[in-house]
């Protein structure tokens, strides 16, 4: 089956303008995660969607960030008026349920220049 | 709040050289720790956990809760475990994985 796809692949903007970032999860996982991969800076945590439970919002680093999941299944992030601190590969991950957090399925990113 | 600290940025190897990948950790309860790895240009996933105390891919790390550590081990390196590995971390009651920044290794011929 199909893995954890994101699109665009690559997106360059320029500073001040929104994007929006597109994750289509494994078709039955309940639970969506968004992550940014910063040069040096690993992985960061950004928001959790579990069902149709409200959001664990807590690791979105500013107002300027935002997202949501439709029908429990895609999800989209959007950045608003970007910043070029803002370029970074933004990843998704789904899995299967609640408790299984570790075997997240990741997609393959979406890498945002900021210029 | 909880901390995952990968100490070395980089770690190059020859192959068939034993290979430890530093993992520290700060959390008040009882964690839970994996390792996830990147190959080029694949995308990243999950290589081990603590609790299943298992061997991947010649991989073995052990929870160490006196020096908060689980390093990431493997007796004799080869070239194609050359990747990103990154330590992450769970805490109880949470689906939130806090993953450390990740060590560059480097496995040469």
């Known amino acids: 089956g199909a893995g954890v796809s994101q699109s665009p692949s690559n997106k360059v903007t320029e500073k001040g303008k929104d994007v929006e970032l597109r994750c289509d999860p494994i078709s039955g996982h309940t639970a969506l995660y968004w992550y940014r991969q910063s040069l040096g800076q690993g992985l960061e945590f950004l928001i959790y969607?579990?069902?149709?439970?409200?959001?664990?919002k807590s690791g979105l680093p500013s107002d300027r960030f935002s997202a949501e999941r439709t029908g429990g299944s895609v999800s989209t992030l959007t950045i608003q008026r970007t910043q070029q601190e803002d370029s970074a590969v933004y990843l998704c991950a789904s899995s299967l349920q609640p408790g299984r957090a570790y075997e997240q399925y990741f997609g393959p990113g979406t890498r945002l220049t900021v210029t | 709040a909880q901390r995952v600290t990968q100490p070395e940025k980089l770690l190059s190897v020859f192959k068939g050289a034993p290979v430890e990948l530093k993992c520290n950790y700060s959390?008040?309860?009882?964690?839970?720790l994996f390792w996830y790895v990147q190959y080029s240009r694949q995308r990243l996933q999950l290589l081990l956990r603590h609790i299943s105390r298992e061997s991947i891919k010649g991989f073995t790390a052990d929870l160490n809760k006196g020096e908060t550590s689980f390093h990431l081990k493997k007796p004799f390196a080869q070239e194609e475990d050359s990747a990103m590995y990154y330590c992450?971390?769970?805490?109880?009651?949470?689906?939130?994985?806090?993953f450390g920044k990740g060590t560059k290794l480097t496995v040469n011929p």
């Open positions: 969607f579990q069902g149709n439970s409200a959001p664990d």
């Open positions: 959390y008040s309860g009882s964690p839970e």
């Open positions: 992450a971390l769970k805490e109880g009651g949470s689906e939130k994985l806090v």
